[in-house]
Every structure is written in C-alpha cells, then in structure tokens.
C-alpha cells in the first residue's frame, strides 16, 4: 500500500475509534482488551499517536519511549484523544518522503513505515471500541486487512521477541487470504518465525480464510479457533497463546 493510503485509512480509523468511544461512555469495558476500559483504550492510543507524531516531526533519531497519558474521562478525554489523532494525521502528511528519523521495525523507509504502523494500530484499536459497544467490526477493506496481516507476520513476528515458538523439530503454518489470494509461510521453531510470501512446500498448518478476517484474528480480537483449519490445530493454538503484542 502507498503511504497516503496509509494515511487515509489512519484518519478514518482514528475518527471512527473516537465515535465509538464516544457512544459506547469512556468507562465502558472493552472486550478484547479484558483489563482496559474505553478509558485506558483511549489513554494508549492517544499516547502512542503523540509519541509517532513527535518522532516523526522533530525528527527524532534515537529510541523514544511514549509519555504518560493524562488522568482525563469523558468528553475531555475524547477531545484529547481526537486532537492527537488530527495532529499526527497532519504530520504524517507533511512529511519529506526522504524522512529521516527512528523506527523500530525494519523493512520500510521510515515515513512508510510510521504511516503503516500508524494505520494498524489505530485499526486494531478502532475494532476495540467497536467491541465495547457490542458491535461486529465494520470493515476494514481487503487491501488494508492483508496489508495488516503481512506487517504482523513479516514485521512483528520476525523479531527476537516474538514468542511463537516451538521446541523440537521445526513446524509449518501456513496462511491464506482467500479473497485476496494472498500466502504466507511460517515456519515455527525455538528461534524467532521465519516467514515467506509463497504456498510452495508442505505446512503442518494451514489457516485460510477472507483478509478481513484473519486480520482480527491474528491480532486475537477474534477467535482464531473459529477460522477454516486444515491439519495439525495445535498450531493455530500456539498462535493464540502466544501472539500477544
């Protein structure tokens, strides 16, 4: 996806994450986060967009850690949260293609990569004040929903800390975008994932289903356990126990 798709789908996400939040009553619990309410949703995705705005506008160079969110409920709550959320949609727009400043994954230009990130979090979290009103997530579009699982297994899921890990001989899961027809290959072992965009070879897994769903479900905001899997299903629950970000 190109950055200003990115964008777009950062504003709209993030204005529909504050509609929900604001039908729902910021001390409404928030069922895929079991510990958060509205409150503490809003608090950490406010945050986190103050923190890429501030990273991506000085530019800031070095490792960054977020600040506190202030102690705030209700409409000011909101009105906090929309105006961190305006200000980074604002920042992310005016940016120098060639920007330079830190990211923490690697694998994109760091202006592609804040805008990426950006739109994921803020879909991820928009589904979480969907949640709180009891609703089904509204759509967050196939090219979106595969971009997001790809960032998940390519980006996140590659690093050292990821704990989808396996002891003993090395395990295949494979996932499948049914509507987009898009694949990927992980192979599970006692070392950080090792993914690649093909179907060639066997898996001792396979979870196929539309974008738009597995979307969610790898990010565990649905359950995994309910996608269409095919072989060994120890694997999609080692996903579930262990894919926490």
């Given at each position: 996806?190109?950055?200003?798709?990115?964008?777009?789908?950062?504003?709209?996400?993030?204005?529909?994450?504050?509609?929900?939040?604001?039908?729902a009553g910021t001390g409404?619990?928030?069922?895929?986060?079991?510990?958060?309410?509205?409150?503490?949703?809003?608090?950490?995705?406010?945050?986190?967009?103050?923190?890429?705005?501030?990273?991506?506008?000085e530019p800031v160079r070095?490792?960054?850690?977020?600040?506190?969110?202030?102690?705030?409920?209700?409409?000011?709550?909101?009105?906090?949260?929309?105006?961190?959320?305006?200000?980074?949609?604002?920042?992310?727009?005016?940016?120098?293609?060639?920007?330079?400043?830190?990211?923490?994954?690697?694998?994109?230009?760091?202006?592609?990569?804040?805008?990426?990130?950006?739109?994921?979090?803020?879909?991820?979290?928009?589904?979480?004040?969907?949640?709180?009103?009891?609703?089904?997530?509204?759509?967050?579009?196939?090219?979106?929903?595969?971009?997001?699982?790809?960032?998940?297994?390519?980006?996140?899921?590659?690093?050292?800390?990821?704990?989808?890990?396996?002891?003993?001989?090395?395990?295949?899961?494979?996932?499948?975008?049914?509507?987009?027809?898009?694949?990927?290959?992980?192979?599970?072992?006692?070392?950080?994932?090792?993914?690649?965009?093909?179907?060639?070879?066997?898996?001792?897994?396979?979870?196929?289903?539309?974008?738009?769903w597995l979307y969610p479900?790898?990010?565990?905001?649905?359950?995994?356990?309910?996608?269409?899997?095919?072989?060994?299903?120890?694997?999609?629950?080692?996903?579930?126990?262990?894919?926490?970000?």
């Amino acid at each position: 996806m190109e950055i200003a798709e990115h964008i777009k789908h950062l504003e709209r996400d993030g204005r529909s994450l504050a509609d929900a939040a604001e039908r729902a009553g910021t001390g409404a619990p928030v069922p895929t986060c079991p510990e958060w309410q509205v409150a503490d949703l809003l608090r950490h995705t406010g945050a986190v967009h103050r923190w890429a705005a501030r990273i991506v506008s000085e530019p800031v160079r070095q490792p960054l850690r977020t600040e506190e969110a202030p102690e705030l409920s209700g409409a000011e709550l909101i009105a906090w949260f929309r105006e961190g959320h305006a200000r980074l949609v604002e920042v992310l727009s005016a940016a120098p293609a060639d920007l330079e400043c830190w990211a923490f994954l690697e694998g994109d230009a760091p202006l592609a990569f804040w805008a990426r990130r950006q739109a994921h979090e803020t879909a991820i979290h928009r589904m979480d004040a969907e949640s709180a009103l009891g609703e089904a997530f509204s759509p967050a579009g196939a090219a979106l929903a595969e971009d997001g699982v790809d960032e998940l297994l390519t980006r996140f899921h590659v690093r050292p800390w990821s704990r989808v890990r396996t002891e003993g001989a090395p395990r295949v899961l494979r996932v499948r975008a049914t509507d987009t027809g898009a694949v990927w290959t992980a192979t599970v072992s006692s070392g950080p994932l090792a993914v690649t965009r093909t179907d060639e070879g066997p898996a001792d897994c396979e979870l196929a289903a539309p974008a738009e769903w597995l979307y969610p479900a790898l990010w565990n905001r649905l359950p995994l356990e309910e996608a269409v899997v095919t072989g060994d299903a120890s694997l999609a629950r080692l996903w579930v126990e262990t894919a926490v970000i």
